[in-house]
């Protein structure tokens, strides 16, 4: 149901409001926030909205850098975080303009809207439904540091293996064994309990949690199928709320990729089925795995635009530490039914036609997700729009481990990029499928790149510490 301002202004008496907190995102998908007091949130605020420097969100603003953010009030919810009471909302950022303010195109949540439109005027589809799987560590402590004289970082986690020396107790999880492990190994338990209770608050419905592979304070919260524009809100809020919570309970959260050093990484896999006028588009009894040609196709436009997709999906260079052979992580270019060492996996659970779907598993939570799941839309269409089937293309069906493949087999397939730098190249080369309709701007796509080949260049001049193990005595 769709609140008015009536509506909101209610939910502030009922709860005492006092603080109205406005919840910005910047190119790298982080909240950046700006705070009124109650009293002077009106209807006004949604047309003169908050004035915020567009430019000090990393966005290359080609207009005046001035900006207004105009909340919706669809996203209203009380910050359980907060001392003194206050409500959270979020919403779009806006040229201003006259006599009317346009949207800022570069914006995220103006990019994942604008997604959808496309895909609405393409007549192929009006609701695309995802389910993002939500993998982090908690640390009971981590530390590091970058200085000349001191490069390192060191974490400790009471469960992990490691301890089983200092514990006294016995209650260590082994390496590589902690998948679904409970009490009283599981020792965050209450921790992710109050992290879904949270989330169920805040209207995000929670599938379920557990601990994940990683013995070193690895878990996974997975929330059920959404709407995509309105999942993309909610993937900002369950990554606020982990963090906030995992604080309260004096631990420290990441969706870090590959924070532990031979240990499971993080991704956060993405779900994905088409709705048209409520029926499925990805079902069909008689194709591959139940799923329908215009499914094939939408996996084939991933397929083929897997490369460039990773620069958006996976845009840390310690993205691609996860995306190596033996821990889970997908790393060739393919499709299959309950596989997950290809990068698309179709569940062989998803039984009936309106849960028939499949997932794609390269993405990682340090992505924008306005960016990513923008992206992987407009591919899929790609996909459908061109009929680039993924058999003709020799990307599978893979019905095997590919990681058991004798090597000159391995060598035939064709693999996910192996570094940002290289996912980057990708993306410089291929990115009209994002371009098409004004979906992703070129100016958005420049300056994005731009921003990561300069990460990447940083990080590559720091001396790493294993390299001291390496080189030192040489």
């Excluded at 201003?96 to 997604?115: H, M």
């Amino acid at each position: 149901m769709t609140r008015t301002v009536e509506d909101v202004l209610n939910l502030i008496r009922e709860n005492d409001i006092k603080m109205i907190d406005f919840k910005i995102v910047d190119i790298n998908g982080q909240y950046r926030h700006v705070t009124i007091p109650a009293g002077n949130f009106s209807a006004d605020t949604l047309i003169n909205g908050i004035g915020f420097d567009a430019s000090n969100y990393g966005y290359a603003v080609v207009e005046k850098s001035d900006m207004v953010f105009i909340p919706d009030l669809d996203t209203a919810s009380v910050d359980p975080f907060c001392e003194i009471p206050t409500l959270s909302l979020t919403g779009n950022a806006m040229i201003i303009d006259y006599p009317e303010n346009r949207p800022l195109d570069q914006y995220p949540r103006n990019i994942v809207l604008a997604a959808e439109n496309y895909m609405r005027e393409t007549g192929i589809a009006d609701t695309m439904l995802i389910l993002p799987e939500f993998e982090f560590h908690l640390f009971n402590n981590v530390g590091w540091s970058v200085q000349p004289q001191e490069i390192g970082m060191a974490l400790d986690v009471s469960q992990a293996y490691w301890n089983s020396g200092c514990e006294g107790k016995g209650n260590v999880v082994p390496h590589q064994k902690a998948y679904h492990i409970a009490k009283p190994f599981d020792r965050t338990y209450e921790c992710r309990s109050e992290m879904c209770i949270e989330m169920e608050k805040a209207g995000i419905p929670i599938k379920y949690h557990h601990p994940e592979v990683g013995a070193a304070g690895q878990f996974e919260i997975e929330p059920m199928l959404g709407q995509m524009s309105k999942m993309a809100d909610a993937t900002m809020m369950i990554k606020y709320i982990i963090h906030n919570t995992a604080l309260k309970y004096g631990l420290a959260a990441t969706f870090m990729p590959k924070p532990v050093y031979k240990e499971a990484g993080n991704g956060m896999h993405v779900h994905m089925l088409l709705l048209k006028d409520g029926q499925p588009v990805f079902s069909d009894d008689e194709g591959y795995s139940h799923l329908s040609k215009e499914a094939h196709y939408f996996m084939g436009g991933l397929l083929k635009h897997i490369a460039s997709l990773c620069a958006i999906t996976n845009p840390s260079t310690n993205s691609f530490k996860r995306l190596v052979p033996g821990f889970e992580a997908p790393v060739t270019v393919g499709y299959a039914t309950s596989n997950r060492s290809a990068v698309i996996r179709i569940p062989a659970y998803a039984k009936t036609p309106s849960e028939r779907r499949f997932e794609l598993r390269n993405p990682d939570a340090t992505c924008n997700p306005y960016f990513c799941y923008a992206a992987i839309l407009m591919a899929g269409l790609d996909g459908i729009k061109n009929k680039i089937d993924p058999h003709e293309n020799d990307w599978g069906p893979y019905d095997m481990n590919l990681y058991h493949l004798p090597e000159e087999e391995k060598a035939k397939l064709k693999s996910l990029p192996t570094s940002l730098d290289a996912a980057l190249d990708a993306l410089e080369a291929d990115h009209d499928y994002l371009t098409a309709g004004g979906v992703f701007p070129e100016h958005l796509l420049k300056n994005y790149i731009a921003r990561k080949r300069q990460e990447c260049r940083e990080l590559s001049q720091i001396p790493h510490p294993a390299e001291f193990d390496k080189y030192f005595n040489l």
